[in-house]
Antibody, heavy 120, light 108 residues
């Protein structure tokens, strides 16, 4: 049974950098897409991007210029860094696991969520 | 970017009855659609993938149908534990993966 435990959250000031880490326990670390998804009352669920075991990343074009996802297969964890945050980045951020399919992925496991608030 | 439109926004159903939730895609996504359930204060959880395949551990009261642009999630024998927001997600055309705005299911 896979478990995804998120670290990092809290309050940031505009223009600061967001940093979140997700530690994966149980299950295989390869053969999946490791994703970051955020949720706001206004925009709902928004996919940020994902990375595979080999380090290949894909991003939402709307966030690609500010988001970086990295992976540490030895530590079984992956991370999200988002630069130049603004109030619109206030959200609950989820890490998640997606099945690798011929086409894309759906999410079969989610982290507990981390509230990130951007406020001056 | 594929737009997913869910309807209705809120659905109120009596206990024991059946709820029917809709998800419409702005262009064909074949059967590359998943449904999630999100209970208050929790992360979403997978119910259905490939439009009609139940995820591991999901009861048969949840069923998904559809292909192309029109999809339905049906929840039978409604109970209080089914109160949640239900989301659809497409994985046919990406990036980005996109989600519907959700249907909030209430019990009368």
């Amino acid at each position: 049974q896979v478990q995804l435990q998120q670290r990092g959250a809290g309050v940031l000031k505009p223009s600061e950098t967001l940093s979140l880490t997700c530690v994966v326990s149980g299950g295989s670390f390869s053969g999946y897409y490791w994703s970051w998804i955020r949720q706001t009352p206004g925009k709902g669920l928004e996919w940020i991007g994902h990375i595979n075991h080999g380090g290949t990343t894909y991003y939402n074009p709307s966030l690609e210029s500010r988001a970086t996802i990295s992976i540490d297969t030895f530590q079984r964890q992956f991370s999200l860094i988002m630069s130049s945050v603004a109030a619109a980045d206030t959200a609950i951020y989820y890490c998640a696991r997606g099945r690798v399919l011929v086409l894309g992925t759906y999410i079969d496991s989610w982290g507990q969520g981390s509230l990130v608030t951007v406020s001056s | 970017e594929i737009l997913l439109t869910q309807s209705p926004a809120t659905l109120s159903v009596s206990p024991g009855e059946t709820a029917t939730l809709s998800c419409r895609a702005s262009q064909t996504i074949r059967n590359n659609l998943a449904w999630y359930q999100q209970k208050p204060g929790q992360a979403p959880s997978l119910l259905i993938y490939h439009a009609s395949t139940r995820a591991t551990g999901v009861t048969a009261k949840f069923s998904g149908t559809g292909s192309g642009t029109e999809f339905t999630l049906t929840i039978s024998s409604l109970q209080s534990e089914d109160v949640a927001v239900y989301y659809c997600q497409q994985y046919n055309n990406w990036p980005p993966y996109t989600f519907g705005q959700g249907t909030k299911l209430e019990i009368k």
